[in-house]
């Protein structure tokens, strides 16, 4: 107990991107509380703390779940993956890279919710097509990008993982005009389906 | 191979550039890596030493006066350190200076359900929400002003919300006429009169507004916030807390989510900010998602009025726009607002007779304010929609009927709008070769239609918020021994990209990998001012002020190498980190060899540009609004599936082309198109930003219908369909190696779109947004029973919109003045600086008069 207020407070050992540490918080914190204010992890964020929105999605034993629903006081003995655990060393994960490539961040509020909910998608199906893809993220929203670029670098990603190191979307995509004469860049090509070219 | 995005540009990840193309090439944003890693820190991820917590309490009522505020109870909370409320700050604030209407804690009146009365402070967020809840406001109910019609029917003094505007709850009128429009009517092939309702909608960023306020000293402090605009912030901060600004420091923290809803000062970050000085210690604040729903100061929703007089030939003869804006509790963009509802209807198609009566009211609803295409949006739709029943009534096709009335480039409108390059014609090809939709229009299967439309916007607004003659962006460079080179610029970051923009334009002038552009930005003490990510300006300003520091920079540069290599300095070239003579490659030194020999001869190396845009030829009372150095153009197809027996609209996939100008990333370029087209989608068929009243036993107040992201309809990954982007690349001279906007342009098209395409798919009319289903179905029971195949409003308000100001037009043989503007004439030459946007725009601004 607080000397300011009768609220109940704990300790805990939390396993937090395969770190120990003993946490002390108050009872009724969620994790998405716990760990941006207590573990100092700011990289999960918040947008409603209501359950509504994705954008405080972490890994909890490899699922994805929204932080702002959980106790923090339920999570001892559970491996919690946040974005800051989603690189190896200076490496990024090939979600993280292909994001950033595609500029499937672009204001970056959401991306970690994402790129975790996406993290858990592949590791169970790394061959998810779209319409999976879509159906695992749908509960995340995202404000900026209308989901294409998304869409495309959880599609580049999956490539990647399942060992196709040489896939990239076509950038010819890039500038689709029907006017291929104008531009030197080469001819309009619907192309690059297989690894989600267009959304 | 590798990948080439990869290869390009990634800031730490071995760029390997290409010389001089790095505008141009699709490159990883310079923020992308610290956005992936969860490393950026947005406002509430920051935490200082002995931090405390700020919530606002709220009113519960949509008006009244404020009788008592009880914070005994709050002040004796555990843990609370301060209650503050309206006396604290009395001093009013607003965006325009024409509307100084708000205070950072109401004095003695509130205006709608969330306007913020008091503050508490405490050592916890949990403190303070509670201690908040236990501040206790005694109110006297005034009457409840909800629609437009409740506004204009309540002209006297006892019942206005505010005593400024135009007279009882009007904010604002505005009566522009220009050019003669009875001929074009009297002789006119078809004249269409059309009611168009445009409703209401928030931005909804992910990020809720934040700021934390640190005191440096008793009379010095710092705010970090979630801003679009840091720099009318700090303005706002100086008014309000009596502060000089020298002695406030605003910082934008990467803002997550903006959309124009973090354009206005806000409350909470002024009252963080007196309470940061007053306890002596750090104050964050971090709104609810109930509270952004309330702050809101989005899409005005606008009732329009829409009469058109068509030639033979479908070319546009004369038109006649009347808009009526809901504006809300306060002020805010308003002014601006109700003039942007007609300021860009001539720059799409020629209109060589237009008139534009506009009307802003107070409601007690949460404020409107400017949303991604500010004011466009909604007479674009009224615009499009009827181009498309114009083109079906003169038996043409809809592309075809645009492409008569195209607006000339490189001309002046008849609203004294100076018009760049013009991409349009060949978006309307590029779209309309992509969706095959000559073959296709009218041709499809009962159920299925494509709908086509078009739309222009700014490059930047040609004034600033508050008038002054000073550069609008401005960036300085720092050349170090190290060969890096610091750039700093006030532009604020809100995920469009601006950053990326600002260090490749200075990697592309100077020959540099973009890992060695460093970049410090959005912070007031440090950074030269940019006005802010508003109004489509970034790219296009701060673009040109980079640009002038870095060819300044460039030229000591070249003058320094050009003796040590002994070639002229015109034939050196800065390209891959060197200097080269482009006669012999294999004449050069390094960048940073170059720095060196230069800071020998003049010393440390830094320039500064700024950019400031041209004036534009308008001088009447109004001019301000609409001006831009260039304008962006978009056409977009949409096709959609109807179930006549649901109503429910399926889009399958968008057609777009965006005239880009150039696209400095084009990564980042198609990644705007997407985004507006997405928000564009949302409007269109999902969100509303309307009140409900509670029922009288329970207050009868006017409460938002959806105050969460549940009830909040945005569109999810599953209701995204397939875009096929096109960027059409028409250079503009006025722009940044010839780019133009992207950022609100491609969102202007997407709603009349729609609404197009469900009459090609079933027939009828939505003449109103959101196009949702039971319209469908209501129009579809209408046809059935003969009676006209329309959903959509059906009367439009009689409004006294004032005195019309009659401005012959540039054909007419006028000089960009109003024949009847007694301001005008009365100020001519007698006014300094100073003044509102309206007014400023009738000064004169040259002795040429």
Redo the contacts between chains.
């Keep these: 107990m607080s000397v300011l207020s009768p609220v109940p407070v704990t300790t805990l050992p939390l396993l937090v991107n395969g770190e120990e540490r003993v946490v002390a918080f108050p009872v009724h914190h969620t994790l998405l509380e716990v760990l941006r204010e207590e573990c100092g992890l700011t990289g999960t964020k918040h947008g409603c703390e209501l359950g509504e929105c994705g954008t405080c999605t972490v890994l909890v034993d490899g699922r994805p779940i929204l932080s702002c629903l959980a106790l923090a006081a339920e999570m001892e003995g559970r491996s919690i993956e946040t974005v800051e655990g989603l690189a190896r060393g200076s490496e990024l994960h090939p979600l993280q890279r292909t994001f950033a490539d595609l500029g499937a961040a672009q204001c970056g509020y959401c991306t970690p919710g994402i790129l975790m909910a996406a993290k858990a998608l592949l590791e169970e199906n790394p061959a998810a097509d779209e319409a999976a893809v879509k159906e695992a993220l749908a509960g995340n929203l995202c404000r900026c990008t209308g989901y294409h670029k998304i869409l495309q670098a959880v599609a580049w990603a999956g490539a990647i993982l399942r060992g196709e190191h040489d896939a990239r979307p076509e950038h010819e995509w890039l500038y689709g005009s029907p006017e291929p004469s104008s531009t030197d860049r080469g001819e309009a090509k619907p192309g690059g389906e297989e690894v989600g070219a267009r959304g | 191979?590798a990948?080439?995005?990869?290869q390009l540009g990634?800031p730490g990840e071995a760029p390997a550039l290409r010389p001089g193309r790095v505008v141009g090439t699709?490159f990883?944003?310079v923020?992308?890596?610290?956005?992936?890693?969860?490393?950026?820190?947005?406002a509430?991820?920051l935490?200082f030493p002995r931090m405390a917590y700020l919530r606002l309490v709220r009113s519960t009522v949509p008006h009244a006066r404020i009788l008592r505020i009880d914070a005994a109870s709050a002040l004796a909370a555990?843990?609370v350190l301060t209650v503050l409320t309206g006396a604290d700050l009395p001093e009013p604030f607003g965006i325009m200076p024409v509307s100084q209407d708000e205070h950072a804690l109401c004095l003695d009146q509130v205006r709608f359900v969330g306007d913020p009365v008091a503050a508490v402070v405490a050592?916890s967020e949990?403190?303070a929400t509670e201690a908040a809840r236990a501040v206790v406001v005694e109110y006297e109910p005034l009457p409840t002003i909800a629609t437009i019609d409740e506004a204009l029917a309540t002209p006297h003094d006892d019942e206005r919300i505010h005593h400024h505007g135009d007279g009882g709850n009007v904010h604002k009128k505005v009566s522009l006429r220009f050019g003669d429009l009875e001929p074009g009517f009297a002789a006119a092939a078809l004249v269409l009169d059309d009611l168009f309702f445009y409703e209401g909608s928030t931005?909804?960023?992910?990020?809720?507004h934040a700021a934390v306020a640190v005191p440096e000293d008793e009379d010095r402090l710092t705010l970090y916030s979630s801003t679009q605009t840091p720099h009318y912030l700090h303005r706002a901060l100086a008014q309000v807390l009596g502060l000089s600004a020298g002695r406030i420091r605003v910082i934008a923290t990467?803002?997550?989510?903006?959309?124009g809803g973090k354009s206005d000062p806000f409350s909470h970050e002024i009252v963080a900010a007196k309470a940061a000085l007053r306890l002596g210690r750090p104050v964050k604040v971090t709104l609810?998602?109930e509270e952004v729903f309330y702050c809101h100061r989005g899409r005005h929703p606008v009732l329009m009025r829409l009469r058109t007089a068509f030639d033979r030939s479908g070319a546009m003869r004369a038109q006649h726009l009347r808009t009526a804006l809901d504006g809300g509790a306060y002020g805010s963009y308003g002014v601006a607002s109700t003039y942007y509802t007609g300021a860009l209807q001539t720059t799409t198609y020629r209109l060589d007779a237009y008139r534009f009566d506009g009307v802003r009211v107070f409601t007690n609803k949460p404020p409107c304010g400017p949303k991604r295409g500010h004011g466009t949006p909604q007479p674009r739709f009224g615009l499009e929609i009827q181009l498309d029943k114009a083109a079906v009534e003169l038996g043409l096709d809809p592309a075809e009927i645009r492409l008569r009335n195209l607006a000339p480039a490189a001309t002046v409108t008849a609203n004294w709008l100076r018009l760049g390059t013009n991409g349009l014609e060949?978006c309307i090809?590029?779209v309309v070769?992509?969706s095959r939709f000559r073959e296709r229009w009218g041709r499809l299967p009962h159920g299925r239609g494509l709908g086509l439309a078009c739309g222009a916007y700014l490059c930047g607004a040609g004034l600033p918020i508050y008038w002054n003659h000073l550069p609008q962006s401005a960036v300085t460079l720092l050349l170090d021994r190290s060969g890096g080179v610091t750039v700093a610029c006030g532009e604020s970051e809100?995920?469009?990209?601006s950053d990326s923009v600002l260090a490749a334009v200075v990697a592309e002038v100077l020959g540099l990998p973009l890992g060695d552009v460093r970049l410090s930005v959005a912070d007031t003490d440090l950074t030269p001012v940019d006005l802010g990510s508003y109004s489509s300006r970034v790219t296009l300003m701060v673009g040109q002020a980079a640009i002038e520091a870095a060819e300044k920079a460039r030229e000591l540069l070249a003058g320094a190498a050009a003796d040590q290599l002994d070639v002229p300095a015109a034939r050196l070239v800065f390209a891959e980190g060197r200097v080269l003579d482009a006669a012999d490659p294999e004449r050069s030194m390094t960048f940073t060899e170059a720095v060196w020999a230069a800071e020998a001869r003049h010393g440390l190396i830094a320039t500064a540009g700024s950019y400031t845009p041209p004036r534009a030829p308008g001088r009447y009372r109004g001019a301000g609004v609409g001006p831009s150095p260039t304008y962006s153009y978009t056409a977009a197809v949409i096709e959609v599936e109807v179930d006549p027996t649901t109503g429910l609209i399926d889009v399958e996939q968008v057609w777009i082309a965006h005239d880009i100008g150039r696209a400095i990333n084009?990564?980042?370029t198609?990644?705007q198109v997407?985004?507006?087209?997405?928000?564009g989608l949302g409007e269109a068929l999902y969100e509303e930003q309307v009140v409900r009243r509670l029922p009288r036993h329970r207050s009868g107040a006017s409460v938002l219908r959806a105050v969460?992201?549940?009830d909040y309809k945005?569109p999810?990954?599953?209701d995204?369909?397939?875009?096929?982007?096109?960027?059409?690349?028409e250079p503009d001279p006025a722009g940044p190696f010839g780019a133009k906007e992207v950022g609100q342009g491609p969102l202007l098209p997407i709603a009349p779109a729609v609404a197009n395409a469900v009459y090609d798919a079933v027939g009828v009319r939505i003449d109103e947004v959101p196009v949702l289903p039971h319209k469908v179905l209501a129009a579809l029971d209408a046809a059935k029973r003969g009676d006209p195949a329309r959903f959509g409003p059906k009367r439009f308000p009689e409004v006294d919109y004032g005195e019309t100001l009659i401005v012959p037009t540039p054909a007419e043989g006028g000089d960009g003045t109003a024949i009847n503007d007694w301001r005008d004439r009365e100020r001519r030459g007698m006014r300094g600086a100073g003044g509102t946007m309206a007014e400023r725009s009738a000064e004169p601004r040259s002795g040429r008069r």
């Design positions: 191979m990948d080439p995005i990869r990634a699709p990883r944003r923020d992308g890596r610290a956005k992936v890693t969860g490393r950026t820190l947005f509430d991820d935490a555990p843990g050592t949990d403190a931005h909804l960023p992910l990020e809720q990467p803002c997550g989510g903006g959309f609810t998602r060949r090809d590029a070769t992509g809100i995920g469009q990209g084009p990564v980042l198609l990644g997407e985004g507006s087209v997405y928000m969460s992201m549940l945005s999810t990954f599953l995204m369909p397939t875009v096929e982007t096109y960027l059409i690349e």
